[in-house]
């Protein structure tokens, strides 16, 4: 058994829990300590049951809750070493027991309890950013947030997932109009910046395969997108694409900014 729950998603925070009978592990801490006990709790679960916390980069809305789950729990934190360096110059997370921090390399697989985790490089403006991939038995999951753009080396590695959590960043319409300053929606529209829903729909739909389970886009933009467009638009982007699959060929959720999703599960 293989489950994943989205605590929070969006660019006001992110706590994804990832785990199986055995092991549970969290995949960023962008928010408080109290909500990730919170919405642990609405699944039966707590903060003591979790292995450790993967860091996917060093921006806030993915480490706010880091240093206090670190020093409150115990709990390791892994992290590429780019990224551990960038967490200790982030003053707010405060001070984190040296031995807490594991290094982990791009593209190397490793295990916690019998969870085979694999962090994949992506593409965004943080020092050494990673998706990660979570493997137990024959089930494959994965979650991509934070990503400008993507190629053929991830597409690859993304193959003959279960559940994915997939960034639907923004609409490029909301964005273009909106009230964000120019540098800004540069940054966000850049290559090193966010996925918009197209290109979203366009990667879910090199991804998709006959026993393709479940997809939950996340990490939505407040100011940019909402979530019946990125829901219609993603949709859109897969039925209209160059692939044999229609949007209606499997379940698709939107993961909430605050509020906890649904247990996707591969038994
Ligand atoms: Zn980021
Ligand atoms: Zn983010």
Same mark, same amino acid.
Request: glycine share 8%; aromatic share 8%; net charge negative.
């Given at each position: 058994?293989?489950? %994943? !729950?989205?605590?929070?998603? #969006?660019?006001? #925070? @992110? !706590?994804? !829990?990832? /785990?199986?009978?055995?092991s549970h592990v969290l995949i960023d801490a962008g928010i408080s300590g109290k909500k990730i006990e919170n919405g642990l *709790?609405?699944?039966d679960l707590k903060s003591q049951d979790m292995q450790g916390i993967l860091v996917t980069h060093e921006h806030i809305d993915h480490i706010a809750g880091l240093g206090v789950m670190a020093r409150r729990y115990g709990l390791p934190l892994y992290a590429t070493p780019g990224t551990i360096d960038a967490i200790k *110059?982030?003053?707010s997370v405060g001070k984190i027991d040296e031995s807490l921090f $594991?290094?982990? &390399?791009?593209?190397?697989?490793?295990?916690i309890?019998? %969870?085979?985790? &694999?962090?994949?490089?992506i593409s965004h403006d943080a020092a050494e950013p990673v998706a990660y991939r979570i493997k137990k038995d024959h089930h494959v999951f994965a979650v991509v947030t934070d990503l400008g753009t993507y190629d053929d080396a991830i597409i690859q590695e993304l193959q003959g997932l279960e559940v994915l959590l997939l960034e639907a960043n $923004?609409?490029? $319409?909301? %964005?273009? &109009?909106?009230?964000?300053?120019?540098?800004?929606? =540069? +940054?966000?529209? /850049?290559? =090193?910046?966010?996925l918009s829903n197209e290109r979203s729909g366009q990667l879910l739909g090199e991804l998709l395969h006959d026993k393709f389970g479940t997809v939950m886009l996340g990490h939505l933009s407040k100011e940019n @997108?909402?979530?019946e467009l990125a829901y219609e638009a993603v949709r859109l982007e897969v039925t209209s694409g160059? *692939?044999?699959?229609?949007?209606?060929?499997?379940?698709?959720?939107?993961?909430? +900014?605050?509020?906890?999703s649904p247990v996707l599960r591969a038994q």
């Open positions: 058994m293989l489950e %994943l !729950c989205s605590i929070a998603s #969006g660019s006001s #925070g @992110n !706590c994804i !829990c990832v /785990g199986s009978d055995d *709790n609405a699944i *110059n982030v003053k $594991h290094p982990i &390399t791009p593209m190397e697989e490793f295990s309890g019998d %969870l085979e985790i &694999t962090p994949i490089p $923004h609409d490029i $319409h909301m %964005l273009e &109009t909106g009230a964000y300053p120019y540098p800004l929606k =540069r +940054r966000i529209m /850049g290559d =090193r910046g966010h @997108n909402y979530e160059d *692939n044999p699959y229609k949007a209606d060929d499997f379940p698709m959720y939107v993961a909430k +900014r605050d509020a906890v």
